[in-house]
């Protein structure tokens, strides 16, 4: 079964500090997510990006943070400086079609610790 | 805005019991709803949905859940629970009204604790 991955599993870094989160999406996917669930609180949408680009995003999602796809089966996000309160369980999610109520498939998670 | 409560944190239930657990939303128009599982270490599993039609929606591992408009309820139920059904449960709503992107609002969380 097609499955959304995520690398590394676990991610420790200083305050101030780059990151990138990778995550290889499923592959005839077309809607790419980003999630964070900080300990102990929901699941967040951070933002989904469409046809290369960001088709939405939440107040959260600040200029600390950026998105790309910089080929064609990886989808990394990546925050410049990062923060204590950045530390979070992210995840990765894709759908298949556009606007369509397809559910999301979810990656297993990375767990960010900011030091 | 839309938004969605889990009224409990957690459901405690002997094994081979009735499972409820319960999933409140606010959304204008009519919803779409879902129901995801999270394992120990494992990323969150799509569970079951829904979009028009039935209101009882059949889903995996012998899930269901029922759309109730009235209420706005989507309860998650399963008629026998097993050990293994221990996890966390959330629920989601997408807003019918986006043209575009499929941004998910989740509830808190309620974790399933099932007893032999």
Not at chain 1, 35 to 62: A, C, H, M, P, T
Not at chain 2, 43 to 63: A, R
Request: glycine residues 8%; hydrophobic residues 35%; contains cysteine.
């Amino acid at each position: 079964e097609p499955e959304v991955t995520q690398t590394p599993s676990h991610q420790v870094t200083q305050m101030g500090q780059e990151v990138i989160l990778r995550c290889v999406p499923i592959s005839n996917h077309l809607y790419f997510y980003w999630y964070r669930q900080i300990l102990g609180q929901k699941v967040e949408f951070l933002v989904s990006f469409y046809n290369n680009e960001i088709s939405e995003k939440s107040e959260i999602f600040d200029d600390q943070f950026s998105v790309e796809r910089p080929d064609g089966s990886n989808f990394t996000l990546k925050i410049r400086s990062t923060k204590l309160e950045d530390s979070a369980m992210y995840f990765c999610a894709s759908s298949e079609r556009t606007g369509g109520i397809n559910e999301a498939f979810f990656g297993q998670g990375t767990r960010l610790t900011v030091v | 805005a839309q938004s969605v409560a889990q009224p409990e944190d957690q459901v405690n239930v002997a094994e081979g019991n009735p499972l409820t657990v319960k999933c409140t939303y606010s959304v204008s128009g009519n919803p779409y709803l879902f129901w995801y599982v999270q394992y120990p270490n494992r990323g969150l599993q799509f569970l079951l949905k829904y979009i028009t039609g039935d209101n009882l929606v059949k889903g995996s591992y012998g899930f269901e859940a029922e759309f109730n408009k009235s209420q706005t309820s989507f309860h998650l139920k399963k008629p026998s629970a097993l050990v293994s059904d221990s996890a966390l449960y959330f629920c989601a709503v997408r807003d019918p009204n986006k043209a575009a992107g499929n941004k998910l609002t989740f509830g808190g969380g309620t974790r399933v604790l099932v007893k032999p």
